[in-house]
């Protein structure tokens, strides 16, 4: 059974990581990297609530599914759940969406920011439910 508790609390981590990755630490690269400006995005914020719906209700499968591998494994050290969230991460993650953004011919930084924001989040909520096991 996982900690209902612990899920959402790695969930809630999600979303602070991304407001601070998509916000002050890597907005403005990520903006310029869309081809957007402050405009656009301010124009955009009337489905913003849709959105962040949408990215807790992820977070929160993507969480009790991490939990899942975890409590499977029996996983009670930090570093042990960062490394099961790293090869996560790498094999169903960064592998499974490198190809659509050449298909999509998107810039390799856009990549590269949301690859590395999607690690981040997943080792901080590997790193939760590893202290809540």
């Known amino acids: 059974m996982q ?7 790695a969930t809630i981590a999600y979303m ?9 630490l890597f907005g403005k690269h990520w903006l310029k990297t ?6 656009d995005l301010k124009k955009k914020k009337k489905g913003l609530g849709r959105a962040l719906t949408a990215s807790f209700i992820t977070g929160l ?11 499977y494994f029996n996983v009670k050290s930090i570093g042990l759940a960062a490394n099961i969230a790293f090869w996560i991460w790498l094999g169903f993650v960064a ?10 011919q998107k810039p ?9 924001y999607q690690l981040v989040y997943l080792v901080i909520m590997a790193a939760i439910l590893a202290l809540w096991a």
Do not use: D
């Not at 499968?61 to 409590?71: F, H, K, N, R």
């Open 3 to 9: 900690n209902i508790t612990a899920v959402v609390v």
């Open 16 to 24: 602070i990581v991304g407001m601070l990755w998509y916000g002050p």
């Open 34 to 39: 869309m081809g957007l400006s402050e405009k």
């Open 61 to 71: 499968v993507t969480a009790y599914v991490l939990s899942y591998a975890i409590g």
């Open 95 to 104: 592998a499974v969406n490198l190809p659509n953004y050449f298909y999509e």
């Open 108 to 116: 390799l930084k856009l990549y590269a920011i949301h690859a590395a």
